[in-house]
């Protein structure tokens, strides 16, 4: 009887030691990386629609290997890494791209960032064929370095000037000459342009290569904004750039035309009115014609201008105006020989997409319904199919769909609930999907345009497989009505070992910026993991998308405009309050966390939310939008001398007094979008009305707060402070 006890008391421990679930840590998350997803880099369908290109590993190099599509059989080694080489040098090759005809690949390496879309990178060409690799320019690193569509030139940008290499004769070059720091930068667009239309790159080639469209941004006029970097000198230095605030002066902007035959540029007409944007240019299929975007500063107005290549004058093909503001895409794609073009618009409250004769007259309305069309991937014109990703399935889904230019066959191509998005091969052939969940990572998959499964590429079986030593709270879904009556999507994540009869402590985030979403049926590789750590810790974790938000349409999405952290306040106010009524909440316990526009809603619900809110943390956070950028703010506010409530009204910098609970401020010294001059001037606020709250610096990081142990060391502390007051 007692070796009996004793065997049963060991296989008992035994069993115990199996089956005990791991620890979620901080350092798991930030330093060890240990729940990355893998993906489907180095993946690359071919031209010929019968091949595709992945990477190989040999040895300490990669390949480039070729391999049929439908078998999945190895064709040929393409390119051996070890081979690539400039004198002794030998280039890494795992990220590579064709060049348009597929005789030639490029390398960049030693990429230095820049601001969010630009780097500087130094760029090598390998001749497929002669098994050659040469630098781009033996001159300086370049920046977005781009083919011609021949393949055999590369137009780049280097210290705001424009440059062409020719390989067929080996001779760069330059385009323009009066490129100049902080005054005159061409091909590359100032730091708003970049920031807030999300595009760096400000040129084109036309349809065969024979031409050169690019914008010319004068930025003297345009204050500048500094901040110290503190790197162990003597003194700091001092890193200067243009940032126009709400209500400053803009870039004045001129758009050229290089001819590369004639070595001739030609300026294009875009009218007399300097305080404008022009946010997009784009070729037609038409090589001399030239579309360009022209917006008013209000940007409730947007004009699509056809260029004459030769001389450059234009004509309005299209207009469209708005009472609130309209949104710059890059849906716009023109059809093949002059047929006109597709354009999204959200004229009928749903973005959805619309196709043009080329004289602006309206053909069709193609998608139709109360859902969004959240991008448009392509138009093929041999099937007269289109295909775009939509919200059909739900606020709360992505899926791709295809159908026909007059509006009939559309097919939904992905399969399953949750959020997918595809990948398009040049002439749209197949796509590489991606597809998962709010509690299952991505799986990447290869199929043919009409949706079929090919390949699967990448299924994460490892990270799946790991998640089982965890014990994970499943993300539910759920609605609620706010005091208006307006149904709001949210989420939440309960403690593991989750009790009804208990009473637990919330941890709310949201960021709830205008077109955002934070409640998507989508895998979250950070979040998921830091907010399954504090489940782990015995919190709640709740996410909810206020008023303001994206895939309902244009009056929800624009109902905050004139007034942005009113109705979001609100919302999370009611948000708040619902989750207090729930019998397994305690409501003396509810914190916020946020990040940029979350960070400002922080701000805001620590004062003007403080009868709610017991603690709150805000990092990046906007405390005055005076303070922001002039694109965006405007967009939603207008200038600050035409809405002064909008501005003053809703700034967390003006009730610092009703503060009340805990408040943990973060941010990053070097940060070159919402400045560091925010938080200060909130903490200036808060001294004044004698609020202790905690205050975090990092210095010399930017808006995102990351590298080397930066991540590690802020969620540790928010870790710390949830922990301590919440």
């Not at 290569?209 to 690019?214: D, E, P, Q, T």
């Amino acid at each position: 009887m007692k070796s009996f006890f004793l065997s049963v008391a060991v296989f008992s421990i035994v069993s115990i030691n199996c089956f005990a679930q791991k620890i979620i840590s901080v350092e798991d998350i930030w330093s060890k990386y240990a729940f990355m997803p893998a993906s489907a880099g180095g993946f690359n369908a071919m031209k010929d629609g019968l091949h595709y290109t992945d990477l190989e590993k040999e040895g300490d190099f990669d390949n480039i290997v070729k391999y049929e599509l439908k078998s999945g059989k190895k064709v040929a080694v393409l390119v051996k890494g070890a081979d690539v080489k400039v004198g002794d040098k030998t280039i890494n090759i795992s990220d590579y791209s064709f060049s348009p005809d597929e005789t030639k690949l490029f390398f960049s390496t030693e990429s230095e960032g820049i601001y969010r879309r630009s780097s500087v990178e130094t760029n090598y060409v390998y001749d497929i064929k002669t098994g050659k690799t040469m630098p781009l320019s033996d001159n300086g690193k370049q920046m977005f370095a781009t083919f011609s569509p021949v393949g055999n030139k590369v137009a780049f940008v280097r210290a705001n000037n424009l440059y062409i290499k020719n390989f067929d004769n080996g001779k760069e070059i330059q385009i323009t000459h009066d490129g100049k720091n902080n005054e005159i930068k061409n091909g590359w667009a100032d730091w708003v342009y970049e920031e807030e239309f999300s595009k760096a790159n400000y040129f084109e080639w036309n349809a065969d290569g024979s031409k050169l469209a690019f914008v010319r941004f004068d930025e003297s006029k345009v204050k500048e904004y500094s901040f110290d970097e503190y790197n162990n000198n003597l003194y700091p230095d001092k890193v200067t750039f243009k940032y126009p605030k709400a209500g400053e002066d803009n870039s004045v902007l001129s758009v050229y035309v290089y001819d590369l035959a004639g070595n001739k540029t030609t300026m294009v007409d875009i009218g007399k009115e300097t305080d404008i944007y022009i946010p997009r240019i784009q070729w037609t299929t038409d090589k001399n014609t030239l579309s360009l975007q022209r917006m008013n500063r209000l940007q409730n107005k947007v004009e699509l201008m056809y260029a004459n290549a030769t001389d450059g004058s234009t004509k309005t093909i299209l207009s469209e105006e708005s009472k609130t503001y309209i949104d710059i895409t890059d849906d716009l794609i023109f059809l093949p020989n002059n047929k006109g073009f597709i354009w999204s618009s959200e004229a009928d409250n749903y973005n959805h997409l619309y196709y043009y004769d080329n004289t602006g007259k309206l053909v069709n309305q193609i998608t139709k319904g109360n859902w969004d069309v959240i991008s448009f991937n392509g138009y093929d014109e041999k099937l007269n199919t289109l295909y775009y990703i939509s919200t059909e399935q739900g606020q709360i889904n992505r899926d791709i769909y295809s159908i026909k230019l007059d509006g009939t066959s559309k097919k939904r191509l992905s399969t399953a609930q949750g959020t997918s998005s595809a990948d398009f091969s040049t002439g749209l052939k197949y796509y590489v999907s991606s597809y998962s969940n709010a509690n299952t990572p991505p799986v990447y998959e290869l199929h043919s345009a009409d949706g079929k499964l090919i390949k699967v590429l990448e299924d994460n079986a490892a990270l799946k497989a790991k998640m089982k030593e965890y014990s994970l709270s499943t993300k539910e879904f759920f609605t609620f009505k706010n005091t208006d009556g307006v149904e709001l999507n949210g989420w939440m994540m309960k403690p593991k070992n989750f009790d009804a009869t208990k009473k637990y402590p919330v941890y709310m985030f949201a960021y709830n910026g205008p077109g955002s979403n934070e409640c998507n049926n989508a895998w979250e590789t950070f979040d998921f993991w830091w907010h399954s750590l504090l489940n782990q810790e015995g919190y709640m974790v709740v996410c909810v998308d206020g008023r303001g938000t994206l895939g309902r349409g244009r009056e929800f999405k624009h109902c905050t405009y004139l007034q942005l952290g009113k109705l979001e306040t609100m919302d999370q106010i009611d948000a708040a309050k619902y989750l207090g009524a729930l019998p397994y909440v305690d409501k003396s316990r509810i914190g916020f966390q946020g990040w940029s526009y979350g960070g400002y809603m922080a701000s805001l619900l620590i004062t003007k939310g403080a009868d709610y809110f017991k603690s709150t943390i805000a990092v990046a956070p906007v405390t005055n939008w005076k303070w922001y950028d002039n694109i965006y703010t405007e967009r939603f506010l207008r200038k600050p001398q035409d809405n002064k409530s909008g501005y003053e009204d809703n700034s967390p910098v003006n009730f610092t007094k009703q503060m009340k609970g805990n408040f943990l401020l973060i941010h990053g010294s070097g940060d070159d979008n919402v400045h560091y001059q925010n938080s200060m001037e909130l903490a200036n606020a808060l001294v004044k009305n004698n609020k202790t709250f905690d205050f975090m610096t990092y210095p010399n990081k930017n808006h995102g707060i990351y590298g080397g142990y930066t991540r590690t060391h802020l969620y540790n502390k928010m870790l710390k402070f949830v922990k301590e007051n919440l």
